[in-house]
């Protein structure tokens, strides 16, 4: 047994016993918190003073650099992490979903900053905006480090998930971090930081860990600082409503528990093979981490016609989810993360047997699997069948944390929509519909939308990949209305943007390129005797630029492309049908002027830039006519840093630049952006 430590300031501290972690397979005694006090306000200061200071020493890009690392060094260390965890009754499955998901999180955002955020701590959210006649002056967003201390306060279900979903947004932005772990399971949380720690790779200050209450913390926090919370939406309500976080507006994010439906839609029946995939999910929902996940599935819309079948094919498979130690063969399902939480659950049970009958799992006969179990917080699953759904309360309102859940009965699309919508505080995580029907999903999707966070539309060919109701992707907006928080977390590079500020800009263009350190149409140039394209990363200049010689289009270059690209649209060759549009006679075709400007501005020869990846804003402004003359402009736009390397092992960046296509009359007609692949100096 140990005493668990806060690290707090640079320091690991707390060395005498105070409350015992139970473990929840056998009641063993795991840990111990600390006794002695933390000093908010010495955390708070150091992590604004030492940890902002050191993490913006570092750009978007070495962030991302490090998650990266970060993430390789805890999966290298994963094993030790799976031996705590199995005292928080999890399965090898359960375990998967927290350990390998918080680490695959971090790689998911490494990658993420490394292809969507600058080098630097400025990132440009464009457009710029042309506010004057004459292009003298614009606007834009820029997005930058807040320059305060981001607190989380999470859940017991996702000791190492729940932190590191929310670390690796937060790190991106340069935000140090205080984490407030759910002290049940908080030894794991410990054991995940002690690993961190040991890496070397943080700078000092980015992270602090809290074991224990979190005291009198929020009073310290100021308007620059950011909260999040993961848990109940009591607890939610009450920490939104703190007197300092209110009082200086800190922005709060909580995800909170919601009772998240599965439908079945009204063309399922049980011959098809969708009946049989939406059985599973329900089973997979109600028994992985034993239903502790605020996405579990809580209610089972089915039509009424089906209820009985679908209760039947639930009861047998769960009749077959062998309950106990997880180090047992054959046990599909651990126990809850405590004795109190077992408590918690029971009596939320019976709550809910107010409005609902028991189908399964109150039989009396109910003994886990394993050695030493009895003191464990094991329970079976539980199916509910709630008749008259129509009515308020009962499963609508009332949540069992745990491996339970409630059938409910429907007549029609229209009745599944308003028992969806029910309940208190309305408004839930995600919800699954499974359909053979694309019109059924068109018509039930945008309204069910109004009220969840996020919604699986489930049918044989999703289902062949699903990665599951329960399953929140860093990828994809993580959060829900009403009850279920308001907030939102993950979404990819939304939650990075979350943590930074925007802040709309304007000025002039070349101030605008200063400050955003991309180049902005309008601003100075730099003309140089060089071609651009013959400069090594580390010596070309955001602003360089070349103006190329001119090119006059034939009939001959028409006639030409369109037989060797097989484009042989109307426009291009039609003089009679072209008379008739709005431009009143044949135009060239669009990507012709684009090849054809690629030929005014590429260098032939052998130099630094290697390879032409990609291509956006791509716009034609103005139809190119036989006999115009073109010419291009080449802009250094924007130089990333991303570490990269080629094949051979070579340095190299990536290299944005402006390409503006205009006429004889100096109008624009095509406008864009290429991305290319730039060798560094060796």
Same mark, same amino acid.
């Given at each position: @047994?140990?005493?668990?430590?806060?690290?707090?300031?640079?320091?690991?501290? &707390?060395?005498?016993?105070?409350?015992?972690?139970?473990?929840?397979?056998?009641?063993?005694?795991?840990?111990?918190?600390?006794?002695?006090?933390?000093?908010?306000?010495?955390?708070?200061?150091?992590?604004?003073?030492?940890?902002?200071?050191?993490?913006?020493?570092?750009?978007?890009?070495?962030?991302?650099?490090?998650?990266?690392?970060?993430?390789?060094?805890?999966?290298?260390?994963?094993?030790?992490?799976?031996?705590?965890?199995?005292?928080?009754?999890?399965?090898?499955?359960?375990?998967?979903?927290?350990?390998?998901? /918080?680490?695959?999180?971090?790689?998911?955002?490494?990658?993420?900053?490394?292809?969507?955020?600058?080098?630097?701590?400025?990132? =440009?959210?464009?457009?710029?905006?042309?506010?004057?006649?004459?292009?003298?002056?614009?606007?834009?967003?820029?997005?930058?480090?807040?320059?305060?201390?981001?607190?989380?306060?999470?859940?017991?279900?996702?000791?190492?998930?729940? @932190?590191?979903?929310?670390?690796?947004?937060?790190?991106?932005?340069?935000?140090?971090?205080?984490?407030?772990?759910?002290?049940?399971?908080?030894?794991?949380?410990?054991?995940?930081?002690?690993?961190?720690? !040991?890496?070397?790779? #943080?700078?000092?200050?980015?992270?602090?860990?809290?074991?224990?209450?979190?005291?009198?913390?929020?009073?310290?926090?100021?308007?620059?600082?950011?909260?999040?919370?993961?848990?109940?939406?009591?607890?939610?309500?009450? $920490?939104?409503?703190?007197?300092?976080?209110?009082?200086?507006?800190?922005?709060?994010?909580?995800?909170?528990?919601?009772?998240?439906?599965?439908?079945?839609?009204?063309?399922?029946?049980?011959?098809?093979?969708?009946?049989?995939?939406?059985?599973?999910?329900?089973?997979?929902?109600?028994?992985?981490?034993?239903?502790?996940?605020?996405?579990?599935?809580? *209610?089972?819309?089915?039509?009424?016609?089906?209820?009985?079948?679908?209760?039947?094919? $639930?009861?047998?498979? $769960?009749?077959?989810?062998?309950?106990?130690?997880?180090?047992?063969?054959?046990?599909?399902? &651990?126990?809850?993360?405590?004795? !109190?939480?077992?408590?918690?659950?029971?009596?939320?049970?019976?709550?809910? #047997?107010?409005?609902?009958?028991?189908?399964?799992?109150?039989?009396?006969?109910?003994?886990?699997?394993?050695?030493?179990?009895?003191?464990?917080?094991?329970?079976?699953?539980?199916?509910?069948?709630?008749?008259?759904?129509?009515?308020?309360?009962?499963? =609508?309102?009332?949540?069992?944390?745990?491996?339970?859940?409630?059938? @409910?009965?429907?007549?029609?699309?229209?009745?599944?929509?308003?028992?969806?919508?029910? /309940?208190?505080?309305?408004?839930? $995580?995600?919800?699954?519909?499974?359909?053979?029907?694309?019109?059924?999903?068109?018509?039930? +999707?945008? +309204?069910?939308?109004?009220?969840?966070?996020?919604?699986?539309?489930?049918?044989?060919?999703?289902?062949?990949?699903?990665?599951?109701?329960?399953?929140?992707?860093?990828?994809?907006?993580?959060?829900?209305?009403?009850?279920?928080?308001?907030?939102?977390?993950?979404?990819?590079?939304?939650?990075?943007?979350?943590?930074?500020?925007?802040?709309?800009?304007?000025?002039?263009?070349?101030?605008?390129?200063?400050?955003?350190?991309?180049?902005?149409? /309008?601003?100075?140039?730099?003309?140089?005797?060089?071609?651009?394209? *013959? *400069?090594?990363? !580390?010596?070309?200049?955001?602003?360089?630029?070349?103006?190329?010689?001119?090119?006059?289009?034939?009939?001959?270059?028409?006639?030409?492309?369109?037989?060797?690209? /097989?484009?042989?649209?109307?426009?291009?060759?039609?003089?009679?049908?072209?008379?008739?549009?709005?431009?009143?006679?044949?135009?060239?075709?669009?990507?012709?002027?684009?090849?054809?400007?690629?030929?005014?501005?590429?260098?032939?020869?052998?130099?630094?830039?290697?390879?032409?990846?990609?291509?956006?804003?791509?716009?034609?402004?103005?139809?190119? #006519?036989?006999?115009?003359?073109?010419?291009?402009?080449?802009?250094?736009?924007?130089?990333?840093?991303?570490?990269?390397?080629?094949?051979?092992?070579?340095?190299?960046?990536?290299?944005?630049?402006?390409?503006?296509?205009?006429?004889?009359?100096?109008?624009?007609?095509?406008?864009?952006?290429?991305?290319?692949?730039?060798?560094?100096?060796?």
């Amino acid at each position: @047994m140990s005493v668990l430590q806060s690290y707090i300031a640079g320091q690991w501290f &707390g060395k005498a016993e105070s409350k015992a972690l139970i473990s929840a397979i056998n009641g063993t005694t795991v840990a111990h918190t600390h006794q002695e006090e933390i000093n908010f306000r010495e955390a708070v200061a150091y992590a604004r003073n030492t940890g902002v200071k050191n993490m913006l020493a570092l750009d978007f890009q070495q962030r991302a650099a490090i998650l990266k690392a970060l993430a390789a060094y805890i999966q290298e260390r994963k094993r030790e992490l799976y031996a705590i965890s199995h005292h928080t009754g999890c399965t090898k499955a359960d375990s998967w979903i927290d350990i390998d998901g /918080g680490f695959g999180t971090l790689f998911t955002y490494a990658s993420t900053g490394r292809k969507e955020l600058p080098s630097g701590n400025v990132a =440009h959210e464009g457009p710029v905006t042309q506010l004057g006649k004459e292009n003298h002056f614009n606007g834009t967003h820029i997005l930058v480090p807040r320059r305060g201390v981001s607190v989380h306060i999470n859940a017991f279900n996702f000791p190492i998930w729940g @932190m590191l979903e929310k670390f690796a947004p937060a790190f991106l932005a340069g935000m140090p971090c205080i984490f407030k772990p759910a002290t049940a399971t908080s030894y794991l949380t410990e054991a995940a930081v002690r690993v961190i720690n !040991d890496s070397g790779l #943080l700078p000092e200050g980015a992270l602090q860990l809290v074991i224990g209450g979190a005291g009198d913390l929020l009073d310290h926090l100021e308007e620059q600082d950011f909260v999040t919370f993961t848990g109940s939406a009591s607890t939610a309500l009450k $920490l939104k409503s703190h007197p300092n976080i209110m009082a200086k507006s800190i922005p709060f994010n909580a995800e909170a528990d919601s009772l998240n439906s599965a439908i079945m839609a009204p063309d399922v029946s049980p011959e098809d093979e969708e009946f049989e995939i939406f059985a599973k999910e329900v089973i997979k929902e109600m028994t992985a981490k034993a239903g502790q996940k605020c996405t579990a599935i809580r *209610r089972i819309l089915v039509p009424a016609e089906h209820l009985d079948a679908l209760a039947n094919t $639930l009861k047998s498979r $769960l009749a077959n989810i062998v309950v106990g130690d997880p180090h047992e063969e054959g046990v599909r399902m &651990g126990a809850l993360s405590s004795r !109190d939480q077992l408590r918690d659950v029971n009596h939320a049970i019976e709550q809910l #047997l107010e409005t609902s009958e028991c189908v399964f799992g109150r039989d009396g006969n109910f003994k886990p699997v394993g050695q030493g179990v009895e003191n464990g917080a094991f329970i079976t699953p539980h199916l509910l069948i709630n008749r008259n759904p129509l009515n308020d309360g009962g499963a =609508h309102d009332i949540e069992a944390f745990g491996p339970v859940a409630t059938l @409910m009965p429907y007549s029609g699309i229209v009745e599944a929509l308003t028992i969806a919508a029910k /309940g208190k505080g309305k408004g839930s $995580l995600v919800t699954t519909l499974t359909t053979k029907d694309p019109a059924i999903a068109a018509e039930m +999707i945008p +309204i069910l939308a109004a009220q969840h966070g996020r919604l699986q539309i489930l049918d044989a060919q999703a289902s062949k990949e699903s990665t599951g109701h329960g399953s929140p992707l860093p990828m994809l907006k993580h959060g829900g209305p009403g009850r279920a928080g308001g907030g939102e977390e993950l979404g990819g590079i939304r939650a990075v943007h979350h943590y930074l500020q925007r802040t709309a800009i304007q000025g002039s263009p070349s101030m605008l390129a200063a400050v955003t350190k991309e180049y902005v149409r /309008g601003a100075k140039v730099i003309e140089t005797d060089v071609h651009p394209f *013959r *400069r090594y990363f !580390d010596d070309l200049q955001v602003g360089e630029s070349l103006l190329t010689h001119r090119r006059t289009v034939t009939e001959a270059d028409i006639v030409n492309f369109g037989c060797l690209s /097989g484009d042989h649209f109307y426009m291009h060759f039609d003089d009679i049908a072209a008379k008739e549009t709005q431009f009143g006679q044949r135009i060239a075709h669009g990507y012709f002027v684009l090849s054809a400007a690629a030929g005014l501005f590429v260098y032939p020869g052998e130099g630094p830039v290697l390879a032409n990846y990609g291509l956006d804003t791509l716009r034609f402004i103005t139809p190119v #006519l036989v006999g115009d003359t073109i010419r291009a402009r080449l802009t250094c736009k924007r130089k990333i840093d991303q570490g990269r390397t080629s094949p051979d092992g070579h340095p190299q960046g990536v290299v944005m630049w402006d390409v503006a296509v205009t006429n004889q009359h100096d109008e624009l007609v095509a406008s864009y952006d290429i991305l290319t692949l730039v060798a560094k100096r060796q």
